[in-house]
């Protein structure tokens, strides 16, 4: 009896030294000098909201990260989730209210690039940073009408990724004749034309076959009933677009429904996500191009096995492409507050500016001159796999960000707004 | 432009008029009988394709699941309809329409927090069954049995609409409302009655709209005033409360869209130019093609 009893208490002497010593691990209290809010307005309906779902829970179990590991500059981070319905006047209003009622001491970006251009001042008004995480126009870290130096991207923009998938659909010489399909907006226009500029550099012989008044469709297009005979039409060797989320899904439908052998008998290049796969588990088309932000089952290391597996036990679900970049968004911003010692927003941004920072991706650097992470894109071929309940890509090109990156001397002409419409086709 | 292309440019078009008459035709029948506008008619169309979805996935397995789709969801937009009829319209009837405008425009706000409720904010894509789900070769170009088969079903419809106005008692009873409620009142036929039975083929078209456009769209949360907006455009276009206005509007939207998607020069504009024909009808003849002025 007597040695039970003292069995008993070394192992409560035990267990109470190891939570004493942080051996408890996520038990372990931290006493925080108080909480900051980090603000994130993202669309948990409308026409994006296929992609909402995975970046609250990406930004929520990072919260639960930092906060375990001692939060940033001794404070305890929350991040304040508001729905923008996909809409951009929302998104601004979110911006707004969560910089002057939440005090955010930092905005994580929008989904779409015209919601962040909407957003983008008021943060500049208040003096607060802007962290990109999806929304990806070029023109956001470049031009004089929109930059603000408060910006910082960490996703691939429109430059680097078209280019990417320019350079490897040209490759196929094959393909000599193309049809393009883009959302009628900022992304897209900004988007579009790098695309066909690289794949052009890449193969002088192709020809786009509709004009550039034809490539955009309103980006809630739905129905692709009357788009889909045209493309038919035009009997193109391959099919651009960068439609995405719910336009995507709509258009792939309608293209199955119109000629079920739609995705073989045109090459299709896309622009694509793991929300965009999930959406039509069974349907997404396999053997088509896609190029991709942030494919987790594509990128190498720790992190990011580690981070799928916590995501998934948390979530029941994968990760998807902005489920890792808005944790490293968060994770980046989080690495340079705690460098500075501080949330004053010229202390963080001197800190982001040409610095390295371990991320999900790898390491990632933060571009001096436009605040751009130099981050890769990856190319591949859908093709199905029985670990996972949606498509996934092999034959993956992964080119490194600084292959992809826009060239300095045109970051500067752009910036001293020397290209007329702000576009990089009229530089001088 | 070869014929093939022109000819695959004007099924397009058609399939394209076939879901559109059929929302259309709910909406001009019950402004034909009961003098409303319905603004939530969007909204039961939305409630169709959200339920044939959930027929489709959870209840009726691959196979029938389509064919239920089509039979259930009319049903329950119908069973909607009456409920919005007996305890939302008819307090208002013979009342400025302002109020009827207000409280269906109500209605759409309320049906679009329910549908988020209860199916959520997702996109949602259903496939037409297999029977349908191949494409036939028109000019060297596949085409859609599916948007066959739409093109069939609103032919259908249309011809089950024309019977039931001219061939049946309640047809009778429905024209001679159109005319003059209020002497049909005097001759025993039960009008509030015949307005809740109106309303309820208005919403069950809705729906049926709704499935069927489902397997070539996506089924989404904003797909209510999509449709809402051409459809008003077709009732200006054809005649509000006419049948073969409705018929003939949807035809004159369906090949705009389409013929106009199709030429470079106008591509862009496809949309605007819908918009113009409804603003030249409005103008020479403002109760539409097939409408009656009011007197």
């Known amino acids: 009896m007597f040695r039970l009893t003292r069995l008993f208490a070394v192992g409560i002497a035990g267990t109470l030294l190891a939570v004493a010593c942080g051996g408890g691990g996520t038990n372990t209290t931290t006493s925080f000098k108080g909480t900051k809010n980090v603000g994130l307005s993202t669309p948990i309906t409308g026409q994006s909201a296929a992609y909402g779902k995975a970046i609250q829970a990406a930004a929520l179990l990072w919260q639960d990260d930092i906060n375990a590991k001692g939060g940033v500059n001794g404070y305890k981070i929350e991040v304040k989730i508001t729905d923008d319905g996909t809409d951009v006047a929302k998104a601004a209003d979110n911006t707004r209210r969560m910089i002057l009622e939440d005090h955010a001491v930092a905005m994580i970006g929008a989904v779409l690039s015209s919601q962040c251009q909407a957003a983008m001042p008021i943060a500049h008004q208040n003096h607060i940073v802007y962290v990109a995480a999806t929304c990806n126009d070029y023109r956001n870290t470049t031009s004089p009408d929109y930059r603000i130096p408060e910006y910082v991207s960490v996703v691939p923009n429109t430059y680097m990724e078209a280019t990417a998938a320019g350079i490897d659909a040209g490759k196929n010489t094959s393909l000599k004749k193309w049809y393009i399909l883009s959302p009628d907006y900022s992304f897209g226009r900004a988007e579009t034309p790098a695309f066909v500029a690289a794949l052009k550099k890449t193969n002088p012989s192709v020809q786009i076959l509709n004009s550039p008044s034809e490539w955009y469709v309103p980006l809630t297009t739905f129905n692709f009933q009357n788009v889909i005979p045209k493309i038919q039409a035009a009997q193109p060797d391959a099919i651009y677009s960068n439609i995405f989320a719910a336009t995507q899904t709509a258009f792939i439908n309608g293209a199955l429904q119109a000629q079920p052998d739609f995705f073989t008998k045109y090459h299709f290049v896309t622009l694509s996500s793991i929300d965009d796969f999930n959406a039509l588990p069974d349907k997404y088309p396999t053997g088509i191009r896609v190029y991709e932000r942030a494919p987790f089952f594509a990128i190498q290391g720790n992190s990011i096995k580690d981070y799928v597996k916590r995501f998934r036990d948390k979530n029941n679900f994968y990760p998807s492409d902005w489920a890792v970049m808005d944790y490293d968004a968060l994770s980046i911003w989080a690495a340079a507050a705690n460098k500075a010692g501080s949330f004053d927003t010229d202390k963080v941004l001197k800190n982001l500016a040409g610095q390295s920072f371990d991320t999900l991706r790898g390491k990632v650097t933060i571009r001096k001159e436009d605040l751009q992470g130099v981050v890769p894109v990856w190319v591949g071929t859908t093709t199905r796999d029985p670990q996972y309940p949606f498509v996934i890509l092999k034959d993956i090109v992964n080119p490194p960000g600084s292959e992809l990156v826009l060239p300095l001397n045109r970051v500067k002409q752009m910036q001293d707004g020397q290209c007329p419409k702000n576009d990089l086709a009229n530089c001088p | ?295």
């Open chain 2, 1 to 295: 432009m070869d014929v093939g292309n022109l000819v695959l440019f004007f099924l397009a078009g058609l399939s394209i008029a076939a879901v559109l008459f059929i929302v259309t035709a709910g909406l001009s029948l019950v402004f034909g009988a009961l003098r409303v506008i319905n603004m939530a008619h969007g909204s039961l169309y939305m409630i169709g394709a959200f339920v044939s979805w959930f027929v489709i996935v959870h209840l009726a397995n691959a196979l029938f699941g389509f064919w239920a789709a089509l039979l259930v969801a009319p049903l329950i937009t119908a069973i909607i309809g009456a409920v919005v009829e007996i305890f939302v319209l008819k307090p208002v009837y013979g009342k400025e329409h302002l109020l009827q405008l207000l409280g269906t425009y109500a209605l759409t706000l309320i049906f679009a927090g329910l549908v988020r409720k209860v199916f959520g904010a997702d996109v949602r894509s259903i496939s037409a069954p297999a029977a349908l789900n191949s494409s036939v070769p028109i000019f060297g170009h596949g085409f859609s049995v599916y948007q066959l088969f739409l093109i069939a079903v609103a032919v259908l419809v249309a011809g089950g609409l024309y019977l039931l106005l001219n061939r049946t008692g309640l047809g009778r009873n429905i024209r001679a409302a159109i005319s003059d409620p209020q002497l049909l009142s005097t001759t025993g036929v039960n009008v509030t009655r015949l307005f809740t039975i109106v309303f309820m083929i208005g919403t069950a078209l809705a729906g049926l709209g709704g499935v069927l456009v489902s397997p070539t769209s996506s089924v989404d949360p904003g797909m209510d005033s999509n449709v809402l907006i051409n459809a008003f455009a077709i009732s200006v276009i054809g005649g509000l409360g006419s049948l073969v206005g409705s018929l003939v509007g949807a035809v004159i939207v369906g090949l705009i869209l389409s013929f106009g998607f199709a030429y470079p020069p106008t591509a862009h504009y496809a949309i605007a130019f819908v918009f113009a024909a409804m603003v030249i009808v409005l103008t020479i003849r403002p109760w539409g093609l097939f409408g009656r002025a009011e007197q």
